[in-house]
């Protein structure tokens, strides 16, 4: 029976172990890795795309390819032809896209992720040489105690208390940034160091057309100290339709 007890302790531990890991390799941040890369530059569908650019000479040219992907993702390739190449991926789900830069000969020189809804630096910034080695490593999460998922959870709390219809979760279809307009709804979250103390934001929008013009839009702000992870403040307002979302003591 001692056994038996002991061996469902292993059992449960491991599962814990398994549900920590789990949660954070499958964290919105980890979209891409540290690995090498290279960009297939003789892409016929890529090289149909190139023109000259400008009129000096020698001759340059560019080329540059929208793509879509049966998953729904962006991709948008750019390249000035014997010099250098840049890429932008964007999911069709979750918080973030991602941004590569190549070498002329296809070589990865460095990647990196945005949060689609706003700008900041999140997770890393792997930079490599022109042989492909992993030069330097950033870290932007270093200094920041609360994880992204834990603000996706905190906006998912304040959707449903403020009846916003948005999807918050970490794998969701997020509104991006260029795409936030003041009649519609949508969710952003960001976070800056203010006077020495480490914030996040969430903001909810959202439109009322029948509003006179200083009320055209709705909106909730969500402040979260990152040390505590907890809501230190929340402002529910309504205010002109081009204005940045308030933070803490503005008027």
Same mark, same amino acid.
């Given at each position: 029976?001692? #056994? ?15 549900? /920590? ?28 795309? #190139?023109?000259?650019?400008?009129? @000096? ?6 080329? !540059? *390819?929208?793509?879509t992907l049966q998953s729904g993702a962006l991709?948008?390739?750019? %390249? ?9 991926? @964007? ?15 296809? +070589?990865?020189? *460095?990647?990196?992720? &945005?949060? #689609?809804?706003?700008?900041?630096? &999140? ?9 492909? /080695? ?21 906006? !998912?709390? !304040? ?17 991006? /940034? ?24 969430? %903001? ?6 029948e509003n006179s013009d200083d009320k055209k ?15 230190? #403040? ?9 204005? !940045? ?5 503005? +008027?």
């Amino acid at each position: 029976m001692k #056994k038996i007890f002991f061996y469902l302790i292993v059992i449960v531990f491991y599962q814990c172990q398994a549900q /920590k890991k789990t949660t954070h390799t499958n964290s919105p941040m980890n979209i891409i890795d540290s690995s090498f890369e290279k960009l297939n530059i003789n892409n016929s569908t890529l090289l149909k795309t #190139k023109k000259r650019y400008g009129t @000096t000479e020698p001759p340059k040219y560019i080329v !540059n *390819l929208n793509e879509t992907l049966q998953s729904g993702a962006l991709i948008e390739t750019y %390249g000035l032809l014997d010099s250098y190449y840049d890429q932008w991926i @964007t999911p069709s789900q979750g918080w973030f896209k991602y941004y590569k830069e190549f070498y002329s000969d296809g +070589n990865i020189k *460095l990647k990196r992720i &945005y949060n #689609k809804t706003s700008d900041g630096n &999140y997770g890393f910034l792997y930079e490599f040489d022109k042989q492909g /080695k992993l030069v330097k490593t950033t870290n932007f999460e270093k200094d920041w105690k609360t994880f992204f998922t834990g603000i996706t959870g905190i906006a !998912n709390k !304040n959707a449903k208390k403020f009846n916003y219809k948005v999807d918050t979760s970490d794998d969701g279809v997020i509104t991006s /940034k260029d795409n936030q307009q003041w009649d519609k709804e949508y969710v952003k979250i960001w976070r800056k160091d203010q006077g020495g103390k480490k914030l996040w934001f969430i %903001g909810f929008n959202k439109g009322h057309y029948e509003n006179s013009d200083d009320k055209k839009v709705e909106r909730v702000v969500i402040v979260i100290d990152d040390v505590t992870g907890k809501e230190i #403040k929340k402002l529910h307002y309504f205010d002109w339709y081009n204005r !940045n979302f308030k933070e803490l003591d503005e +008027n």
